[in-house]
């Protein structure tokens, strides 16, 4: 059964940058889409970036757009998320969710999550 784990949240200054990981286990990822998302209480979760089977980039448009990265190493099963000039609204929890080949628009298209890592963007 594949499984996500995320790590590297924590507590950044604004104008920092953070690389978030996401950790697979029980399958390889480099037939899979991997994409990241965030929530905050009280909110929609909402899509930040996506990375198909085949190194296609999507940016789902939202707020942190041209702010971030993905990138993959098969050799380690991880998926990163690289984050530049954060804000202080960027604090949420952010999880990797993952399907097969392409990327789906929405959250009902990732059928598999990982428990999410807070990050906190505060001076």
């Known amino acids: 059964q594949l499984r996500l784990v995320e790590s590297g949240g924590g507590l950044v200054q604004p104008g920092g940058s953070l690389t978030l990981s996401c950790t697979a286990s029980g399958a390889t990822l480099d037939s899979y889409a991997i994409a990241w998302f965030r929530q905050v209480p009280g909110k929609e979760r909402e899509g930040v970036s996506c990375?198909?089977?085949?190194?296609?980039?999507?940016d789902f448009g939202g707020s942190m757009q041209g702010r971030v990265a993905v990138s993959r190493d098969n050799a380690k099963n991880t998926v990163f998320l690289q984050m530049n000039n954060l804000k202080l609204e960027d604090t949420a929890t952010y999880y990797c969710a993952t399907r097969e080949g392409w990327c789906a628009r929405t959250v009902q298209g990732f059928p598999t999550w990982g428990q999410g890592t807070q990050v906190t963007v505060s001076s």
């Open positions: 990375l198909s089977y085949k190194d296609g980039f999507t």
